[in-house]
């Protein structure tokens, strides 16, 4: 393992230019990476995220595992992971083109598309229920959370369609520092 | 989140909370009566003392059978009383109490320990206490003297302070910690002993007889910093974890350094031609310090290993695991006074040592015993600290001089500053992630002082200080200052210097937004790891897999942390819990429909606070890298309850996709995922069964392969008897649900109304699955499929 940390991942200059990640923080992730595929395979599975005991504890557990494999793959390469990684680099003070991966916009993105699961481009009430339950305690009765997520729904939904698409969404948040909260330093 | 839950708690109090309000003034009320009720009989107590003999005899039980009150000498008495056979431990556990009800009511109090440190009220006590013995002019205080502080009344807190030391971050930053610690503290010493011998020196302050020698002994006591305090302030605010290690790192190491100085200062004293140290001597001196403390280290990690070893076989005898612990630790601290060196860094480096390894050894309840019994021990150690220096406080031994003690409260701030500007601005420079301006201003001002510099201002040997009264002043005054004012403004400041938050309230969408952003940062820093000394952890990891996991744990561990993780958390309050939330399932299913026709009104706003109350208590908290430490308390229990829950609700959802066939979220059939599926539907996954299934589970940072969870045949006869006996315990539950299961509308809807009716069927795996055997699983399921299919649906 110590030999091949040693190496640079093939690509690595244009996976640079792709992310935004500098080439040191991407060499730091490539060593995680190979950290994480326990068998050697060569690329991550569903369960090499989902034996972190930390990520186990988390309610949004599989839904950020899912970010990591779209449309169902079972693979993810290196690429892929660093690509997903590169949205949670800190864009204040570096410099970011606005298509960017660490661009607010893509930030934003990445979180309402894990609320949208369907990918049909709209929140619908069935998913920000589904994804309130995930995230609040057994003892709420069910009564209650449909009453916070239709209020929810109702305060964004400025389209009175009862969904909310992504320019509701990127409204309801705007007064959130939403680069701050989901920006990781240590991939600065 | 806290703008919300405040003014929620405003408008909360109005009449139909009356009561609660009312309920709380009586509780306190009722605190303070029995708290005066406690300390008439310990007033009584001193009062009456002055009249009574305190010998040591063993005295007569009165005889009852005699007459009533002979007042002849020579005749029998009946009812005497001899209160100096029990004074001591009867005063000892009087103040105990006294201090147990004080944080009981400081506690009860909900504001209050968001103010202050806990501290502030043990003082307050001692003091009391202190004011009561002074009032009564009690002939024979208590009086603490050396052995009793280091042999007794130190031990608990050093070895409570190691114990809980989260270690990960500890070793991460432990080359900052180090250089803060020993250089700060040789630094602030140094400088302050000298600073007032400077001041001494003038003649109008009437101070000259103090001389160098005296001057760095205090600088050395005063010096000894315990920021336990501030750190439990610092909970509220989100303190990032380097900052948190530093200054917890500092507290642990400070005591021991002090220590070291104190006593090697203490030697050159005894020195009586003091004029004649030559340079050989603080060599000698400096090399004294290095051996006393690596050597300390190098006590406690051998005494942790042998502890660690001795209790891999104590299996049999769980109840002695408890004892080993203690009285190994206790054993190291011992032996390594006996050599004069550090006692408190054996102790320390034996805690942390043992840790790792005792814990995978004991038993559950020797874990908690452990935990609950050191906490306990190290409370009560404090509070009598607290107490002796309350009760000197309001004594005669001070001597009072306006220009030292100015000058020692003056040098003590300004010292510690400069000390964390000047080595912080150097260990930046190599450091990965330096340490912003504002946490150097945190560190420099949560330097509290608490018992340990009063202890050792108290210990001084009178002849050799004549002034020691005056020292003790100043320590006292440095201490009262430094825990009152600068406990309680801490808070503010650190709150303060964090984010602005702004005053606007939230919607109800930005609350649920932002706290699924946090989970999704908490999640990705996970998946990201921690990055600094990767390859120094990397090897000592490797070394501690391949040799000392296999001398010092126990065989037949389960290899996956899940699994411990299961071991850990309760599950027979995740039963009751699944068994409650089936009985208000019940009723919510119902409404759920109706709810939904609901949504075309309009929501009052206290509807709408309602529905913000509501989320600020149930949503689940956000795992926090940053430690929490305080030391009057456990770490709060609710993290585990959360834990279950989530843990619980993904086997939930994975059997329900499971048996659905349905795409998971990441997508992709669930049959070919690599995912344990705890209960398997009887139709769907059936092919997929066969195909060897392996789940492994590793924590954080092991890269070992041989976590492999082993598919093998061995536990299935000893779980045999068990699966039989809980089968039948468990049929009678679920039929019992299939009849109140009838009635409601079980939609497909993953993990809503079905949510909570099958998640006692569901509540029953755990209890399987350390075994973790195909051929197992699928027995169990052909038999509890039987009654749960209609809840299939």
Same mark, same amino acid.
């Given at each position: 393992m110590g030999a091949a940390a040693a190496r640079p991942p093939p690509g690595l200059g244009a996976l640079s230019d792709e992310t935004g990640l500098s080439p040191a923080a991407l060499m730091r992730l490539h060593e995680r990476f190979q950290a994480l595929d326990r068998d050697d395979k060569g690329h991550l599975s569903p369960a090499d995220l989902q034996a972190l005991e930390g990520l186990a504890l988390n309610p949004l557990c599989e839904r950020i595992v899912g970010a990591f494999f779209p449309a169902g793959a079972q693979r993810a390469d290196f690429p892929t992971f660093a690509r997903v990684l590169a949205h949670f680099r800190p864009a204040e003070g570096a410099p970011c083109? +606005? *298509?960017? +991966? %660490? %661009?607010p916009g893509s930030k934003l993105r990445f979180v309402f598309e894990l609320y949208d699961l369907? *990918?049909?481009g709209q929140i619908s009430y069935r998913e920000l229920l589904q994804v309130l339950r995930l995230m609040v305690g057994l003892e709420v009765p069910d009564e209650a959370l449909a009453a916070v997520a239709a209020r929810a729904l109702r305060e964004a939904d400025r389209s009175g369609r009862g969904t909310l698409c992504f320019e509701d969404f990127a409204k309801a948040v705007e007064r959130l520092d939403v680069d701050r909260r989901m920006s990781i330093w240590m991939l600065k | 989140m806290h703008p919300p839950n405040a003014t929620s708690v405003i408008e909360e109090s109005h009449a139909p909370d009356m009561g609660s309000l009312v309920l709380t003034r009586a509780n306190l009320l009722n605190w303070l009566l029995l708290l005066l009720i406690l300390v008439c009989p310990s007033a009584a107590v001193y009062s009456d003392e002055p009249n009574l003999s305190s010998s040591f005899l063993p005295h007569y039980e009165p005889d009852h059978g005699g007459a009533v009150g002979s007042s002849q000498d020579g005749r029998l008495h009946v009812f005497t009383v001899d209160y100096g056979y029990v004074q001591i431990p009867c005063e000892v556990t009087l103040w105990i109490l006294l201090a147990s009800l004080a944080k009981i009511g400081f506690h009860l109090y909900h504001r209050l320990p968001r103010l202050m440190p806990e501290s502030c009220v043990l003082i307050v006590i001692g003091a009391l206490v202190g004011a009561i013995i002074f009032g009564t002019d009690h002939k024979s205080p208590p009086v603490m003297n050396t052995s009793i502080y280091f042999l007794y009344l130190l031990p608990p807190i050093v070895l409570e302070e190691g114990y809980f030391m989260p270690t990960r971050p500890f070793f991460e930053n432990f080359v900052s910690i180090l250089w803060w610690s020993v250089l700060g503290s040789l630094l602030n010493s140094f400088g302050i002993g000298l600073s007032l011998y400077g001041v001494c020196q003038i003649e109008a302050f009437g101070l000259t007889d103090l001389n160098l020698l005296q001057n760095l002994l205090f600088g050395s006591m005063i010096s000894a910093v315990d920021p336990v305090a501030a750190l439990e302030v610092f909970e509220e605010a989100s303190v990032n974890e380097q900052l948190y290690m530093m200054i917890f790192g500092e507290s642990l190491l400070n005591d021991g350094i002090t220590v070291v100085l104190y006593n090697i200062f203490i030697a050159f004293t005894q020195m009586h031609r003091y004029e004649e140290i030559e340079s050989i001597d603080i060599l000698a001196g400096f090399a004294r310090f290095f051996v006393v403390g690596l050597g300390g280290v190098l006590f406690g990690i051998i005494f942790g290993f042998v502890s660690a070893f001795m209790t891999r076989f104590t299996h049999n005898i769980s109840a002695i695991e408890p004892l080993l612990v203690f009285m190994f630790s206790y054993l190291s601290y011992l032996s390594a006074e006996i050599l004069y060196i550090s006692g408190i860094l054996a102790m320390t480096a034996c805690a942390v040592t043992m840790k790792k390894y005792v814990e995978e050894n004991v038993s559950q309840n020797s874990y908690t015993t452990i935990k609950y019994f050191m906490k306990m021990l190290s409370s009560v150690s404090e509070t009598l600290i607290f107490v002796f220096m309350g009760v000197s406080t309001v004594g005669k031994n001070h001597e009072w001089n306006w220009a030292f003690i100015c000058f020692t409260l003056l040098f003590c701030l300004i010292w510690r500053a400069l000390s964390v500007f000047a080595l912080f601005y150097i260990s930046n420079k190599f450091r990965t992630y330096p340490f912003t301006v504002k946490d150097q201003l945190i560190i420099s001002y949560s330097g509290l002082r608490g018992a340990s510099s009063f202890s050792l201002a108290f210990l001084l040997p009178v002849n050799l200080f004549p002034r020691k009264n005056l020292f003790i002043t100043a320590t006292l005054v440095v201490t009262y200052f430094t825990v009152f004012i600068q406990g309680i403004t801490i808070g503010p400041l650190v709150r303060y210097l964090d984010v602005k938050k702004t005053n606007k309230k939230e919607s109800i969408n930005e609350e649920i937004h932002v706290r699924l952003m946090d989970h999704l940062k908490a999640g990705i820093e996970d998946i990201c790891g921690h990055w600094s000394h990767y390859q120094l952890r990397d090897k000592f990891k490797k070394f501690d897999n391949k040799y000392l996991k296999k001398i010092l744990i126990r065989e037949h561990?389960?290899?996956s942390s899940i699994v411990s993780l299961y071991k850990k958390l309760e599950i027979k309050l995740a039963i009751e819990m699944a068994e409650s939330g089936m009985i208000s399932s019940t009723a919510s299913t119902a409404s759920l429909q109706s709810c939904r026709n609901r949504r075309v009104h309009r929501l009052s706003p206290a509807e709408v606070e309602s529905m913000r109350d509501v989320l600020a208590h149930n949503l689940y908290q956000v795992r926090q890298r940053a430690p929490s430490y305080s030391r009057h308390n456990l770490p709060r229990d609710t993290n585990e309850k959360q834990a279950q829950e989530i843990l619980i609700r993904r086997q939930h959802s994975l059997r329900q996709s499971c048996r659905k066939g349905n795409s998971l979220p990441w997508g992709g059939p669930a049959s070919t995922m690599g995912v344990r599926c705890l209960s398997l539907p009887h139709g769907y996954c059936q092919p997929a069964r066969r195909k060897a299934r392996r789940v492994t589970f590793t924590d954080n940072y092991s890269s070992d392969s041989e976590s492999v969870f082993p598919v093998t045949f061995r536990p299935q006869p000893r779980l045999r008897p068990l699966e039989v006996k809980h089968r039948q315990e468990e049929l009678i539950p679920v039929a019992r649900l299939d009849r109140l299961a009838g009635q409601s509308n079980l939609s497909g809807r993953r993990g809503n109304s079905v949510n909570r009716v099958d998640t006692l069927a569901l509540m029953t795996k755990p209890r399987f699955t350390v075994g973790e055997v195909e051929e197992y699983e699928s027995e169990e399921e052909t038999e509890m499929m039987a009654p749960a299919r209609p809840l299939a649906r």
């Open positions: 083109e +606005p *298509g960017g +991966p %660490s %661009s369907d *990918g049909d | 561990q389960p290899k």
